[in-house]
């Protein structure tokens, strides 16, 4: 299974973006966990979204402004993204996890949040 994020790219504070992450490769399940993790510079990465089948959660940061969503048709992943901050800037990376705990990580995409 190989994963890539795209959709980065530099946005004005109060502006939105919309990452996807494709899937090639592989099968997919409903039961697998898809998650959008961010790495800030000198930070550690962190999650910021995850979805399994129809049930999303968040960061307490991003809540209310980031929605991540699925498409299992199309084999991707998406995270919306509103009301962007200065803080929001990071590489942004996908990742799957089985339920039997394999995990895979896309490239990043790289979010500048900036006026």
């Known amino acids: 299974v190989q994963l890539q994020a795209f959709g980065g790219g530099l946005v004005q504070p109060g502006g939105s973006l919309r990452l996807s992450c494709a899937a090639s490769?592989?099968?997919?399940?409903?039961?697998?966990?898809m998650g959008w993790y961010r790495q800030a510079p000198g930070q550690e990465r962190e999650l910021v979204a995850s979805?399994?089948?129809?049930?999303?959660n968040y960061a307490d940061s991003v809540q209310g402004r980031f929605t991540i969503s699925r498409d299992y048709t199309k084999r991707t992943l998406s995270l919306q993204m509103n009301s962007l901050e200065a803080e929001d800037t990071a590489i942004y990376y996908c990742?799957?996890?089985?339920?039997?705990?394999?995990?895979?990580w896309g490239k990043g995409t790289l979010v500048t949040v900036s006026s």
């Open positions: 490769g592989g099968i997919f399940s409903t039961a697998d966990v």
């Open positions: 990742k799957r996890r089985t339920r039997g705990g394999i995990e895979n």
């Open positions: 979805i399994v089948g129809a049930k999303a």
